[in-house]
C-alpha cells in the first residue's frame, strides 16, 4: 500500500504541475494529463494495489474511464472540424455518469458484503473453554435480545 500511495500523489503533482505549467500548451498537457491516468490504469491492473476485489475493480474501471474522458476532451481543443460535438459531449457526459455510478455501486456492494459477514458471524456458535473446570462451552447466539441469565433462570 505505501507504493500506492506514492504513485497516487506523483499522479496528483504531475496533474498540478500540467495545470500550472503546461496552461500556454493546451495540447501537450491535455496529452499528458492522459498519459497520466492510464499510467495510473495501468498501475493498478498490474499491482493491484486493494486488498477488497471489488474496490480493486472499481478503482480499475474508474480510471479507465476517466482515462476516456480525458482522451475525448482532447477533440474539443481544436478548432477546424468540429462535426462531433454534440454526439462527444453526451459521450462525456455518459462516461462521468458511469463512472459516478460504478463508484457508487461498488460502495453499495461492500455495505452489503459487510452487512452479510456480520449477520453471518453473529448467528453461529462459538466454542469457549471454561477455565473453571476446563470443559468446552458452545455459546448460541441470543434469541430475542433475550440475555442469557435470563434463558438459565428460566430452565431453572
Not at 458511469?98 to 456458535?125: D, E, F, H, P, T
Amino acid at each position: 500500500p505505501s507504493l500506492t500511495y506514492s504513485v497516487f500523489t506523483l499522479k496528483r503533482l504531475l496533474f498540478a504541475g500540467s495545470l500550472t505549467l503546461l496552461s500556454e500548451f493546451p495540447y501537450v498537457q491535455a496529452i499528458l494529463n492522459c498519459l497520466v491516468m492510464l499510467g495510473f490504469a495501468v498501475f493498478l491492473i498490474a499491482v493491484r494495489p486493494y486488498k477488497n476485489g471489488v474496490t480493486q475493480v472499481v478503482c480499475i474501471v474508474v480510471e479507465i474511464g476517466v482515462t476516456l474522458i480525458f482522451g475525448l476532451v482532447i477533440y474539443f481543443l481544436q478548432q477546424g472540424w468540429r462535426d462531433w460535438d454534440q454526439e462527444l459531449e453526451i459521450t462525456v457526459l455518459c462516461l462521468s455518469y458511469a463512472a459516478m455510478g460504478v463508484q457508487c455501486l461498488g460502495a453499495v456492494i461492500n455495505l452489503v458484503l459487510k452487512a452479510y459477514s456480520w449477520c453471518s458471524r453473529r448467528n453461529q456458535s462459538t466454542v469457549v473453554e471454561d477455565l473453571n473446570t476446563n470443559q468446552h462451552i458452545t455459546t448460541q447466539p441470543i434469541e430475542n435480545n433475550e440475555s442469557y441469565l435470563a434463558q438459565e433462570a428460566r430452565k431453572q
